[in-house]
């Protein structure tokens, strides 16, 4: 028999079993006891009282009497970000005249303001002027305050 005539009778096997229903094999292996779900009853609310559900209350170990449902063991609560950098005056006024200029042409445009010519050159002067200032204070040297040895720089 050739490796392609193997090959053929497994797919006719896949192909006549497609519609049969699988043999329950693994209905006898139990789930992870913590994938069991409690049956609520239809009578119950769906938010259960404090009280009732001192049985799933955990303690984080602490000693301070504070508890934890199961529900908070498996949540990722990340730590609250870091402020954003304080910047002056200068850098405030060319991002708002980056997005300014632009933003006024587009605003005037849609609501049939009148453009003079000088309102058109404030507008791309003031884009222009907003890109040119922030890149030039991009800076592209190492900090200040790195010291003698800078290590690995990439």
Not at 6 to 17: G, L, N, T, Y
């Amino acid at each position: 028999m050739t490796p392609q005539s193997d090959e053929d009778e497994v797919w006719r096997q896949i192909v006549a079993s497609y519609n049969e229903t699988p043999d329950n094999g693994s209905a006898d292996q139990p789930w992870p006891d913590r994938e069991n779900v409690a049956a609520v009853p239809a009578t119950e609310t769906a938010d259960p009282e404090p009280a009732e559900i001192d049985d799933s209350e955990q303690s984080d170990g602490d000693g301070a009497g504070q508890t934890r449902t199961d529900e908070d063991n498996d949540h990722y609560v990340p730590p609250p970000p870091d402020p954003l950098p304080k910047t002056d005056a200068l850098t405030k006024a060319s991002w708002l005249a980056l997005f300014g200029g632009p933003a006024y042409l587009l605003l005037a445009a849609l609501l049939s303001w009148p453009m003079d010519p000088w309102i058109v050159f404030a507008a791309v002067a003031a884009f222009i002027g907003g890109f040119v200032t922030l890149v030039v204070r991009m800076g592209d040297g190492p900090p200040n305050d790195s010291g003698w040895d800078d290590g690995a720089v990439v």
